[in-house]
């Protein structure tokens, strides 16, 4: 008996630990750690940087020795005839006989080395390649930057819905209490039936905003999974809460004294890849002007027959070699390649426009941000004080309607103004969070790497 009892035990533990870990339990930097790290978008992003280092590799291999080999085998099932002059082999003359060439059967084998030494394109397309490397890192940063920002909205998007869910209830439970409480007066006949039913309205329009508050935290939940690269089904608790996030988003006043550094925003260093890339491919098109030096050097071996005796070691093999080099000049080409050239220039010139638009852009995205962020530290202190208000006045008309001092109506005001402020005081926090981090975003401060 103790010994099926210790086993019930020790399953009931591994059970209760298994759903313990199916309970993912992640702060907000915990939320960014893991989104950076295994988010569908961050494992892709990276698969763009290995594809680019392959690619890089790719095009060096191109100005490198390729060896070549192959083995040829053909079958003549019908041989090719030739006439011939028949006084050849003694016939009459200006008469012609058929004479067949050649076996039925024949096999080579064939090893080639090409060597490039010389091509001005490939020059290029060196460089053309270590951009690209440099344009896929710089995309890799923006995507995970843009990570970082999907994460902290989602993740203060969730931590507002379940705010939001416990003060509705908290305003449910006393419109609740309210209302039972009228509905005794009413019943003594102390009250107007009006009363109740002001309180009533109240209690039913809060319980159906309770009702989509908690769907709405559902989805907001499984808005984070997503971000997360979770699969939407999993079980997720949020460690941190929404009061504390802001409160440290109102720390760190040096923020609004950080200048714009152009060179280190993530946008200008791509703007300037694009400048690079387009400006080898004009080189590039201008580069197929030049000659191209090739060398190659060739080995093989043939045997013939009209039997298959191939693979027989008596077989006779005939070697032969050849070495030799290639030059390739290009002479006219009908002005195609000087207008490949022309349109190639005229899309660096319009990469070297995009970039300097792409530099006024980002001085108005940090302006906007900035002053977004200005705004949303002032707001935050204006609903935070509004909600102080909007408490206290409740209270006040909760107290005169208790005394017959003021009516249901006064009452019901008090309460839609104090919702309002509840949820403005909610909006002001998370405007918050979205504006600091969208400053640090253009600004490229946060360590995402």
Known sequence: MKKYLAILLLLFSYLTYAQEQDVYKFSLEEAIERALDSSYVSLNARRDQAKALKQKWETTADGLPQFNAAVDYEYNPKLIVTPLPAEIVGGEPGTTV????????????????????FDGSYIVALKAAKTFLEFSNNSNEKTR????????????????????????????????????????????????????????????????????????????????????????????ELTDDLQSLAQQQLADFDLLETQLQLEQNVDYKIADNLVQQRTLEWQLERSNALP??????????????DEFVFLDSETQWFQFSTVGVSLNVPIFSSLRRAKRSQRAEIAMMQAKTDFKQSVEQIKLDFNQAKSDYKFALENYQTAKDNLNLAERIERKNIIKYKEG?????????????????????????????????????????????
Do not use: C, H, W
Not at 153 to 173: F, G, H, R
Not at 298 to 304: A, E, H, I
Not at 413 to 438: E, F, G, P, R, V
């Open 292 to 305: 191209t030096l090739t060398a190659f050097a060739n080995y093989g071996t043939t045997s013939f027959g």
């Open 145 to 236: 930057l843009q990570v970082r920002q999907n994460v902290v909205s989602a993740y203060a998007n969730a931590l507002l819905v379940e705010s939001n869910v416990d003060i509705i209830k908290n305003n449910a439970a006393k419109a609740k209490e309210n209302l039972d409480e009228t509905r005794k007066i009413f019943e003594n006949g102390l009250a107007e039936q009006e009363d109740v039913e002001q309180l009533q309205i109240t209690y039913q329009q809060v319980s159906n905003q309770l009702r989509n508050a908690q769907r709405n935290l559902d989805l907001s939940k499984q808005t984070l999974k997503m971000v997360l690269g979770l699969p939407v089904d999993t079980e997720i």
């Open 98 to 117: 058929p004479v067949t060439f050649g076996q039925r059967q024949s096999m080579r084998a064939t090893a080639t080395l090409n060597q490039l030494i």
């Open 405 to 449: 001092l003021s009516t249901s109506f006064d009452l019901r005001q008090a309460q839609l103004q104090l919702y309002d402020a509840q949820n403005q005081y909610l909006q002001s926090m998370l405007q918050l969070i979205n504006a600091k981090t969208s400053l640090e975003t253009v600004l490229n401060e946060p360590d995402i790497n």
